[in-house]
């Protein structure tokens, strides 16, 4: 069974920084996709980013492009993200996902690749 367990939000000061984790078991990411998504209260689920093992790209939505930084540890099965400059249009229950995709650009997740786990909240004051 995959399981997926993203760790690290918390209450931040607007302009602030935060990294969050995600501990990966029951898939091998070595070699595979995972990625970040997000979901604020009345607003759909967003991609925030997806890394390509297998090309070796990493890739963002356009709101957190030059803020976010996402990397992997491949022997810890683990992902991160790393949120710098923070706003509070970034309040939201973060997720790590397997099986992310770029589609004309937007980040998404393979139908199949549904796994959600447990999510993180992010809350940025002003």
């Known amino acids: 069974e995959v399981q997926l367990q993203a760790f690290g939000g918390g209450l931040v000061q607007a302009g602030g920084s935060l990294k969050l984790s995600c501990i990966v078991s029951?898939?091998?990411?070595?070699?595979?996709?995972v990625g970040w998504f997000r979901q604020a209260p009345g607003k759909q689920r967003e991609g925030v980013s997806c890394?390509?093992?297998?090309?070796?790209?990493?890739d963002y939505g356009n709101s957190v492009q030059g803020r976010f930084t996402m990397s992997r540890d491949n022997a810890e099965n683990a992902a991160y993200l790393e949120m710098n400059n923070l706003t509070p249009e970034d309040s939201a229950v973060y997720y790590c996902?397997?099986?992310?995709?770029?589609?004309?650009?937007?980040?998404?997740?393979?139908?199949?690749?549904?796994?959600w786990g447990k999510g993180t909240q992010v809350t940025v004051s002003s």
């Open positions: 029951g898939y091998t990411l070595r070699g595979n996709n």
């Open positions: 890394s390509m093992d297998s090309f070796g790209t990493t």
């Open positions: 996902g397997v099986g992310c995709y770029l589609d004309y650009g937007k980040i998404r997740r393979y139908a199949n690749m549904n796994y």
